[in-house]
Nanobody
Framework: QVQLVESGGGLVQAGGSLRLSCAAA????????MAWFRQAPGKEREFVAA????????YYADSVKGRFTISRLNAKNTVYLQMNSLKPEDTAVYYC???????????????WGQGTQVTVSS
């Protein structure tokens, strides 16, 4: 498993932007597919975006397509989530996740971060 630490959350007005970062510990980061999930109050955790180990393929939930972009920099053991045109319904705790499978990482990844709060005001 890999240890993950998220940062970059905060309070932003609707229509604004935020960039989340997830730093991974360990020398095997480049062998992991990475993903972002979110959980809003009273709701189940949901998949947001994923990226393969090479960064060559990305996947998005329909609710964020065209607004969010996932990327990674293996040299810095970091994955990012650029969030634009934010809406109040994007308010949630955002979690970084990792798995060696790009399929499994979108469903039940083995490693999770602690989460970072994103609040979008209307």
């Amino acid at each position: 498993q890999v240890q993950l630490v998220e940062s970059g959350g905060g309070l932003v007005q609707a229509g604004g932007s935020l960039r989340l970062s997830c730093a991974a510990a360990g020398r095997t980061f480049s062998s992991y597919a990475m993903a972002w999930f979110r959980q809003a109050p009273g709701k189940e955790r949901e998949f947001v975006a994923a990226i393969t180990w090479s960064g060559g393929n990305t996947y998005y939930a329909d609710s964020v397509k065209g607004r969010f972009t996932i990327s990674r920099l293996n040299a810095k053991n970091t994955v990012y989530l650029q969030m634009n045109s934010l809406k109040p319904e994007d308010t949630a705790v955002y979690y970084c996740a990792a798995d060696r499978s790009s399929v499994v990482v979108q469903r039940t990844p083995v490693s999770w971060g602690q989460g970072t709060q994103v609040t979008v005001s209307s």
